[in-house]
Nanobody, 125 residues
Framework: LQLVESGGTLVQPGGSLRLSCATSGFTLDYYAIGWFRQAPGKEREGVAC?????????YYADSVKGRFTISRDDAKNMAYLQMNSLEAEDTAVYYC??????????????????WGQGTQVTVSS
C-alpha cells in the first residue's frame, strides 16, 4: 500500500492551496482517510478525516474548521485537502493516512496504519 502527497509549496498568508494524496496498491473505497500536519518542534496534529464511501462524512480540527475541506475521489484513488485563508500557523509538513474502515474515521494518528511521506506547506510573505 502506498500513499504519496503532493501540492505543498510556499504560499502567502490569505492564500489557498490544494494538497493531493495519490494512493495505490489498494481499493480506496472502504478506507478512511485522514490528513495530519507536523510543524517544527511540535507534535503531529490531526487536521481532518473523511469516512469511507459508505457515508463520506467529514470531520475537522477546530483550528481549520471553515477554512479547510477534505474530499476524496475513489474512482481515481485520490484524496484532497483544500486549504483556504492560510495562516502562518498552518506552516507544517502535511501527511495523508489511511485505514480500512467501513464507516467512521478519527482525527488521531493512532487510528491509521498507512502513511505517506509528507509534503511541505510554508505560509509566509
Amino acid at each position: 500500500l502506498q500513499l504519496v502527497e503532493s501540492g505543498g509549496t510556499l504560499v502567502q498568508p490569505g492564500g489557498s492551496l490544494r494538497l493531493s494524496c495519490a494512493t495505490s496498491g489498494f481499493t480506496l473505497d472502504y478506507y478512511a482517510i485522514g490528513w495530519f500536519r507536523q510543524a517544527p518542534g511540535k507534535e503531529r496534529e490531526g487536521v481532518a478525516c473523511i469516512e469511507s464511501r459508505s457515508s463520506g462524512n467529514t470531520y475537522y480540527a477546530d483550528s481549520v474548521k471553515g477554512r479547510f475541506t477534505i474530499s476524496r475521489d475513489d474512482a481515481k484513488n485520490m484524496a484532497y485537502l483544500q486549504m483556504n485563508s492560510l495562516e502562518a500557523e498552518d506552516t507544517a509538513v502535511y501527511y495523508c493516512a489511511a485505514r480500512w474502515k467501513f464507516g467512521g474515521c478519527e482525527v488521531v494518528s493512532n487510528f491509521y496504519n498507512h502513511w505517506g511521506q509528507g509534503t511541505q506547506v510554508t505560509v509566509s510573505s
